[in-house]
């Protein structure tokens, strides 16, 4: 199967990709999407595959949403973020979440 067609189901191929709840006043079920910072200097939402990838990439912390890839895309776009990058490899001194931002994250939900 190819990243971003229909599977032989005609249904949309799921992605996983970092985000975390919006704890901001009145956006209660919302998520904000963790753009990065790319190797050349652009801004990149990097989606994966599988959370395997994920994981491997942004560690084991990571907080993540699973939705269709063309939703990542128009979302993305409607951002001002002009790519998505499918299971890039995350740089070693790339930030990563831990399990005490998990913590602050869920006192402040």
């Known amino acids: ?3 971003g067609t229909p599977d032989h189901d005609g249904r949309a191929e799921i992605v996983f990709a970092p985000a975390r709840p ?11 999407f963790e753009v990065r910072q790319l190797a050349d200097g652009g801004r990149g939402m990097p989606v994966f595959t599988d959370v ?3 994981v491997a990439a942004l560690g084991p912390d990571q907080p993540w949403v699973a ?4 939703n ?8 001002g973020v002009d ?6 490899e995350a740089e ?3 930030w990563r979440w831990q399990d005490s931002d998990l913590e602050a994250l869920e006192r402040r939900l």
């Open 52 to 54: 395997k990838r994920l």
């Open 22 to 32: 919006d704890i901001r006043p009145g956006h209660d079920g919302d998520v904000i």
């Open 72 to 79: 990542i895309r128009v979302i993305m776009g409607g951002a």
């Open 67 to 70: 939705l269709p890839l063309a």
């Open 83 to 88: 790519r998505v990058v499918i299971d890039p």
């Open 1 to 3: 199967m190819t990243v």
């Open 92 to 94: 070693p001194a790339a």
